[in-house]
């Protein structure tokens, strides 16, 4: 007789356990919180307290892990082979960086340094790699960072391609202040100075200054001892312009 294949034939203890992997797999997913991951400290991840000014890692150093931030800031710089150097991002608490790390990449392309006082999750490439594959719902937040991170840079491209160094500084303010579309919303920078406004627009101190003046008598910007408080009228009266 020849051989046929029956489902009803499968041995019920194969069954039985598939469907306890299975569920294993799904009370797993369910129960896994990326906060807390991020939050918690264990093997391959490490919490670091960072004061202001930290060098976290330099361009050209090794590329080993993916950094989360808790709290605080954190500026990305690059230096040409001719010495100049450019401030690439300014990120803050949810962001991920030095993520270059998974797709291969041996070396950092930036130096990354702490604005405030931080803290910081080191997460080994290693430990990275594992959480994404097995976490379903870490990799959709990771995904998500990813995707926001890949649109911003299209829009630092077009910016510098198209807007002069005003409208640039304008977009670098209300980013800084994260007050997006929210029109009446007034935020405050912490201190910043303008050389550091100044690399991450791409243009000079003494324009940045001009324009800072232009923007106070405007009344959209605040000087104060909490820093810099911008009001989303920037939005406007400026990048309208």
Do not use: W
Request: glycine share 6%.
């Amino acid at each position: 007789m020849a051989n046929t294949y029956s489902p009803s034939r499968a041995p019920t203890t194969s069954r039985s356990k598939l469907l306890g992997e299975v569920s294993l797999a799904g009370k797993r997913a369910a129960s896994f919180n990326p906060q807390t991951f991020l939050r918690g400290a264990s093997e391959g991840r490490t919490t670091l307290q960072c004061p202001k000014h930290q060098t976290l890692f330099t361009q050209g150093d090794a590329a080993t892990a993916v950094f989360y931030i808790l709290e605080g800031r954190v500026k990305l710089t690059v230096i040409s082979l001719q010495g100049k150097e450019a401030v690439v991002a300014m990120l803050g608490s949810g962001d991920f960086f030095g993520e270059a790390c998974l797709a291969g990449q041996p070396a950092c392309m930036a130096t990354a340094t702490s604005l405030d006082a931080s803290t910081i999750v080191r997460i080994d490439k290693a430990t990275m790699n594992r959480a994404l594959h097995d976490e379903p719902a870490f990799s959709q937040l990771f995904m998500a960072h990813l995707l926001t991170r890949n649109l911003r840079i299209q829009d630092d491209v077009i910016d510098q391609l198209f807007n002069p160094a005003e409208k640039r500084l304008a977009r670098t303010l209300l980013l800084l202040t994260h007050s997006g579309t929210e029109s009446e919303r007034e935020q405050v920078i912490s201190k910043i100075s303008q050389e550091t406004l100044a690399e991450m627009v791409g243009t000079t101190r003494s324009r940045v200054s001009f324009f800072m003046n232009r923007f106070k008598k405007l009344g959209v910007i605040e000087c104060n001892y909490a820093g810099l408080r911008v009001n989303s009228s920037l939005l406007s009266t400026v990048l309208a312009a």
